[in-house]
Every structure is written in C-alpha cells, then in structure tokens.
C-alpha cells in the first residue's frame, strides 16, 4: 500500500512538471515583447571549414561549427553544415514545403501556413503554426514569422510576435550553396536559436541545443536525397498571396 502510494505521488508530480501552465493561453493575443535574440541576415555564414570538417562532411555526416563573436557581441549560437547530394532546387523544394513538415520532420506534431505573400524586394513573408512534442505530453505552440530571399539563397525567422507563442523567442537562418566540388550537389547551413520561458525538464533543453540542429538538416538531406527532381512550390514562383486565419 505505501509504494503504491508513493507511486501515485511520483506520477502526480510527473504530471504537474510536464503539464504546460500556459495551456489555456490566448495564442491571438499578442507575444510579451517584440524580439530578444538578435536577428540573422539573409545570405551566406561567415565560416570556415577545416581539412577534418570537410572529411567529415564528404563522409555524409553534418559537422557543428561554433563561430567566434564578433566584436562587441557576446556570442551566438551553434551553426548545422550539411552536405546534401541533391541540387539547390530539390533541396529548397523541401525546406519551403513547410505544410508538408508533419510527414517528414520528428516530434513535430503540426506544422501549417497562414500567411504567404511576396513583397515588394522580392522576397517573400511566410508565417506558420508549429506544435512541437519534444517529450510525451509536453508540447510547445509556436507561430513564426519567415523571410525567404531568393536572390540570397536564404530564409530568416523570427517569431510573429503579433501571436502568443510558447518559447520566448527565436532566430534562425537556413542557408544553401553550390557545392565547392561536387555538380548538382548542395552545402546546407542552418542555425536556430531558441530561448525558452522558465525552468524545462532537462530532455527538453538538451534536445532544444545540438541535437535539434543535427535533426532539421538530417531530415532535409534524407528527403532531398530521396526527391533529387524537386522544384519549389509554385506560390513562391509567383506574387500570389495566400492568407488564412
């Protein structure tokens, strides 16, 4: 009777640690601020790969580089290259294809626009809802505010902070190159700072570090490798807007 009871108590904690406080939250409403984490710039990383990194990269593996801060900046988050034996095209065909994330992308149980439009420069403003499940029972509900910039070969993020979201904030950049040696193949770069609200469990902020980056890219070289013919979606071919509430 007492392990049972202490049993019971164990679960009952568990529960309450894993249980959101925030999951009656009004996501219209708007986020608490307007932006905490520094933006990234469309266009190419400032890195250099080594002979190792670079071995690393021909072997199919991603390396995880950590650029040096620049003056007056503390530092920034760590950067995913990927090599990916696909051409540009079949590689963004994927990353933009984000109403198709829930099929290819772990833990993500809900990924869906709700805004696409092109502006005036030429890029293009995609904003989307995203529901990650990093442990069971635990999820997180996000809408994010994307930049992609053809001309730069990049897409930027940040979140839309005209929305409630359940991180605190977050940066990312995916970048794509020619390969340097190999035709019709693809350097991917990606980085995405996240900052969280509070104390998680210790799961959460270790999958949210390294591990979430190894991740993306690894699902996009899979699903790039495995579509080499892809093109980019036909709305971003276009100046067709597309809004939904």
Known sequence: MMI???LFLTLL???CCLTPSWSKKDYNAPHGHQGLLKSYEPGPFDLVL????LDTLGSGKPVM???PPKEGE????AICVQDVDAPKEAVWAQILDLDSYKSKVPKLNECKNYFVNKMKDGTFSIKTKMVVGIIPGYSYTSFYDHKY????DSVTWRL???KTSDFDDVSGHWHLEDHPDKPD???VFYACDVMLKGAVPKPIANYLSKSALKTATGWVKKESEKNPTGKVPKIFESSAAFAKK
């Open 74 to 77: 503390l530092g920034g988050g």
């Open 149 to 152: 910039s053809p001309e730069k």
């Open 13 to 15: 904690v568990l529960v």
């Open 4 to 6: 049972q009871k202490r």
């Open 185 to 187: 193949c693809t350097r």
């Open 160 to 162: 839309d902070y005209d």
């Open 50 to 53: 080594n002979k190792k990194e």
């Open 65 to 67: 580089k950590q650029p």
